[in-house]
Structures are given as C-alpha cells and as structure tokens.
C-alpha cells in the first residue's frame, strides 16, 4: 500500500510539473526584428528587439450623428523587455494622439485633445509573425465641435484597456477592431459610448515580427 500511494504521489507531481511547463511554453512570446544574422532565439536573421516604439496611421470613431475621421493618429513608447520563456514582451506608450479630425456637426476640422495616458503594453504570439498587443491602463481625448462658431462644445472621452491586432514584418501592422470609449465628460450632445478603428503602420523598429518561443 505505501509504495502504492508514493507512485501514485511520484505521478501527480509529475503532473503537475509538466502543466507549469506547458502552460509557461504556451505564454511564451519573443519579439524580433530584421538585423544581423543572430538567430536563436529569433529565427535567423533576426534578433530580439527593445528600444523605441513608434507607430502612425488613422482612425474612425462611429458617433452617434455620424464618423469622425482623423487622418492622423501616432502612437509612441517603448519596448523594454523582448519576451522570452514563460513570458511576453512587455513596454509602455506614453503618447497617443489624433489629429486633422472631421467635424460630424459643422462638416469642418475637430480639434483633439489627448487628456491624459497611461497604458502598459504587452505583446503576444498568435501565429507566425503575428500577435496581439494588448494596453493596460487609459487615455482621454477630448473633441471640440463647431469650433468657430456660437454652438461650439466639447465631448470626452476614455478608451480602457484593450487589444490590437499585430501583422508582423517590414512595416508590421497594429490593427483596431472596435475600441470602444466611454464618455467622460460633456453635454446632451455626447452620446454615453463611442467605437474606435483603425490601422497604424509601425515605424520604429522598422521591421516588427511576433514569435512563438
């Protein structure tokens, strides 16, 4: 009976050992980049990458009176940890900013205001070069309306915590779905909840690529 029971005890902690090993395996994210011939644990030619991170493209924001199109939105931060075993690249944005904004009221220019940021990043593997890059945290934006005129108003808004998809390569792609920001401030005018979407090219590394480690 006692060597009965220490076998079936030897086997649950084997397990369990090999559980922590596949879950830590499965987690496993490294981010690398075009440079050298390094390799391992980048696949050749590449090598993991931190520095500076920067991405621009556009954005849409579905209004309840229509789409605001800003034709310039920029993100930028850094990446402070490639990934590696049991883990996934981490970083922090610490700009996010939207510009050259139509106006869904007056059919003129919006001004935007970013009012505030803080979101951590981290990223990790999906398939091939690709990923999701996941924030943490919030940022405000507040939009001015009819600007040059008597009806002129605002309407703020925080996007939480949220997702982008990652198509990595020469000029990777942060793809947003459906961001959703929720009203923070302003009148009747504001609708309670709006929805970002959009495409940024990544800049800064110039190539971006999502592994499996």
Known sequence: MRTTRITVLALMAAIAVLALVGAASASATILCTNSGTQGSPCPSGQTPYTGSFSANGSIKIAWN????ECSEASQSGSISNSGGIGKNALGELTSATLSKCTDP???AAVAT??????WDIDFRSTSGNDGMMRTMGSVGYRFTFCSGTIFKFFCSYTIPSDEHTVHGGEGAELVLSSMGGVKSGGGALCP????FSGKYTVTQPSSLYVHAY
């Open 65 to 68: 009176s229509g789409v605001i």
């Open 105 to 107: 009221y007056c059919n």
């Open 113 to 118: 205001e970013a009012t505030g940021l803080w």
């Open 192 to 195: 309670q909840t709006v929805s």
